[in-house]
């Protein structure tokens, strides 16, 4: 490319070809630095400066530009950011803006000769490519300007004399502007706003209930409503019709509704996706029937991948001066230069290049659909099965319990369920399956999309992706994979809902928690007994302890997810369980999470009673010491207490005294006295603790069993040998000693040795404080200095 840039007549041209090339390179070969930058949260270079006054040169700016585009995407986001793909096609079209500058500097003459032929060019190839004959063309950046400007243009048309008087004959005749209430949100609002008219002119038509797609507009209503208006004394002004919803990708009876506007003199608009096909050898009679309409709304960036590229509104109309005065044309040669970028990109493709994308977006969307047909609990919502560019799809299953399973067929005939828990439980699910499809296989590109009717559904409509992601086969062949895996996984937390909340409701110290909008098995809370506490310190222990739970459950060793819940709109202090599998233990998940709370619980009671008990003891025993400190004095007389004298006293005639002290026992929580333990030069056995509580359940498992884990019904995967050998290990644990009763000790033979020294009479004597026990805090008394 540099080689034919260089044998270019204009120089200058050349040079802004080469430069594109160049700032095009050093753009997209950000990886190494922005990676370096990436470590720097607060940069210098971030922080707005003044202007330099020297100047800096286009390496510098670009590198600046570099960097504001990738400085912060690991702050902003978790996922790894995907860049558009831009091809030598989109180069093409961010050349066109780079020349429409450089053009617009050209005399009037040149410049007015040059935007004619791009205008009239790009014209004459969209109308034959989309099957518009006689018709003419408005650019515009905002998808919505178009329509804005046809609405000005039929206004104009249907109101003589608008221009003179401009809304006072509006008032006498209020006009009227018919959507689908499938069209996309606000556009209504929109247009009324721009154009000046209350929302009183909008009129919502309603989509089939009873007959044809739930997704088209409604003509018989249409119609009667036509009519009141008309009877009113209002005028009809414009219809927006979709050749493929903004949702679904529905596209509306369009014949019909062609009909209809001629009948009542109204302008036919038509957008959507599916206007695309038109550009195929084979169009479905439903989108054919978009070539009678008045104008239509054409997203060529997004079907061909084109960056920077405007939309295009298509129209007919015999008046050039009414198009003029509505906007659609422009007698200002730089405003024609909007075309510019798209008159190099259709060239650059071709024909032939055109057609191939359109086609491709298409063979993907019917690949995927063709591979939704044999999977169970997958509800499609396609117009035309055949050929149908957007394909919307929603996991469903009727029978929520596990012995009733519907087949493929009955699925695919279920009627959305009424407005209810169940339909709630399923737009979540759906929500949680769109994300994760989209996760896994980013190049397919499909998204989430809210329906009135079907609720929350997964879409992939390749005609809007493909182009800018590169979706290939292969991505849709691992769409489908990624959606197997998922199927079962939605199915049996789906099944195993109902039966995890009756466990949780019938276990003692659990709450079952309801959130309609958590994907998972459910949502659970121990439930702290307050003993008379006030609120907010009932409220950090009961958040302290399922912390706690939360934590204890991470540790162990199972296929679950727990977490704290959505960080917006979440239920506070509950630990929420994530998706499921089929051969999950429900009964065990729940005692082991009631056994590990209650085990927190008392754990926490224990340490805050014992600090108490610490206290009072601490107390008691200073104020024993002190009593028996004045009976020693009592003991030993007025004399040993004088200095000079008690010592030669206690020289001639020793005051023989058995040291005395206090030892507190952590686990009877009471104050006894050391002098046993002097005398008998031996540690006493004191109070058996109680056992420690534990949420270890004592269940059999198979070998390589995880916990929570049960054997499947029906299953093979164990022969009857191995049956045999498990049932012998069973026999032999039968065989074991006896469990013992609550009120007995089980003592190791490591302890049960001293003991028997104990017993025997052959204690070892204490060395210094040695004997001492260790779980006992003395406080002792000395003897007073000599």
């Known amino acids: 490319m540099d080689a034919s840039l260089e044998k270019m007549v204009d120089p200058t041209l050349a040079e802004m070809g080469k430069n594109l090339n160049e700032a095009m390179k050093m753009l997209e070969d950000n990886q190494r630095k922005a990676e370096e930058e990436n470590e720097k949260k607060y940069a210098r270079k971030d922080i707005p400066g003044p202007l330099q006054g020297s100047g800096q040169d286009m390496v510098s700016i670009l590198q600046l530009v570099q960097n504001l585009m990738h400085g912060e995407e690991e702050e902003e986001s978790s996922q790894a950011y995907r860049l558009q793909n831009v091809g030598e096609q989109g180069h093409m079209a961010l050349l066109g803006h780079s020349l429409a500058a ?4 050209l005399d009037r003459e040149r410049l007015r000769k040059l935007t004619t032929r791009i205008l009239s060019d790009t014209t004459l190839w969209l109308c034959r490519l989309f099957r518009y004959e006689n018709g003419s063309a408005y650019y515009h950046e905002d998808d919505r300007e178009g329509l804005l400007k046809i609405c000005r243009l039929v206004i104009h048309t249907r109101y ?51 007959f044809g797609s739930q997704h088209q507009m409604d003509v018989a209503l249409l119609d009667r409503l036509i009519k009141d208006d008309v009877e009113s004394g209002k005028l009809p002004l414009l219809l927006v019709a979709n050749a493929g919803t903004p949702g679904a990708g529905h596209t509306d009876k369009l014949g019909r509704l062609k009909e209809l506007c001629e009948q009542y003199n109204m302008w036919l608009h038509v957008e959507g996706v599916n206007l695309a096909t038109l550009a195929l050898g084979y169009v479905s009679s439903s989108v054919l029937a978009a070539t009678k309409c008045d104008s239509m709304t054409l997203t060529l960036g997004s079907w061909l991948g084109l960056p920077a590229v405007p939309a295009v509104t298509l129209y007919r109309h015999e008046d050039p001066s009414l198009s003029l005065a509505a906007g659609l044309t422009s007698s200002q040669p730089v405003e ?41 609990f997958i509800k499609t919502s396609v117009e035309d099965e055949l050929s149908s560019p957007v394909v919307v799809f929603k996991f469903y299953q009727k029978y929520l319990n596990r012995d009733q399973t519907p087949s493929a067929a009955q699925a695919s005939t279920i009627p959305h369920p009424i407005i209810s828990n169940e339909g709630h439980i399923y737009d979540t699910f759906n929500q949680w399956l769109g994300e994760q499809l ?205 200095p000079v004298v008690g010592s030669v006293l206690n020289w ?135």
């Open 438 to 642: 989209a996760q896994l296989v980013p190049a397919s590109g499909v998204d989430v999309v809210e329906l009135e009717d079907e609720g929350t559904c997964v879409r992939f409509s390749p005609l809007m992706t493909s182009a800018v992601l590169g979706t290939e086969i292969q991505d849709v062949d691992q769409l489908v994979d990624c959606l197997k895996m998922k199927i079962p996984v939605l199915t049996s937390t789906l099944q195993l809902r109902e039966e995890f909340e009756q466990e949780v409701r019938r276990t003692v110290g659990l709450l079952y928690i309801e959130d309609l909008n958590w994907p998972g098995l459910g949502v659970v809370r121990y439930s702290y007994h307050s003993d008379g506490k006030n609120d907010d310190k009932q409220e950090k222990e009961l958040e302290k302890i399922n912390t706690e739970l939360l934590k204890k459950l991470n540790e162990l060793e199972s296929d679950l997810t727990f977490s704290l819940g959505p960080e917006f709109g979440g239920q506070k202090n509950c630990v929420y369980i994530g998706m499921v599998t089929e051969d999950l233990d429900v009964s065990e998940l729940v005692e082991t999470i009631a056994a590990t709370g209650r085990e927190i619980e008392e754990n926490s009671r224990l340490l805050e009673n014992m600090t108490e008990v610490v206290r009072k003891g601490i107390q008691e025993a200073q104020l024993q010491l002190q009593k028996a400190n004045e009976e020693r004095l009592l003991e030993e007389g007025l004399l040993r207490q004088i």
């Open 336 to 376: 024609k230069l909007r075309a510019l970028p798209l008159w190099l990109s259709l060239q650059y493709l071709g024909h032939d290049g055109i057609v191939e994308r359109i086609k491709h977006a298409s063979q993907l969307s019917q690949r995927l659909l063709e591979n939704l047909k044999n999977l169970d």
């Open 102 to 105: 450089y053009i617009s500097v």
């Open 160 to 210: 003589e004399d608008y221009t003179v008087e401009g809304f006072n004959v509006l008032y006498t005749k209020q006009p009227i502007i018919y959507i689908s209430s499938a069209a996309r949100t606000g556009l209504g609002q929109a247009l009324c706003n721009q154009l000046g008219l209350p929302l009183s002119c909008m009129c919502r038509v309603p989509c089939n209930t009873m």
């Open 652 to 786: 001639f005639s020793p005051f023989q005294a058995s040291p005395k002290g206090r030892t507190f026992n952590l686990t009877a929580g009471s104050l006894e006295s050391t002098e046993s333990t002097y005398v008998s030069k031996a540690q006493g056995t004191g109070t058996t603790p109680p056992p420690t509580p534990t949420s270890s359940l004592t269940k059999q498992r198979l070998p390589g069993q995880k916990i929570f884990k049960r054997s499947l019904r029906n299953s093979d995967a164990f022969s009857e040998t191995s049956s045999v050998s498990h049932c012998e290990d069973l026999e032999k644990t039968d065989q074991r000693p006896p469990a013992l009763s609550p009120g007995q000790e089980q003592r190791s033979p490591e302890t049960e040795k001293p003991e028997q020294q104990q017993q025997e009479g052959t204690q070892t004597p204490p060395k210094g404080t040695e004997d001492i026990p260790r779980d006992c805090t003395k406080v002792e008394e000395q003897e007073s200095q000599r």
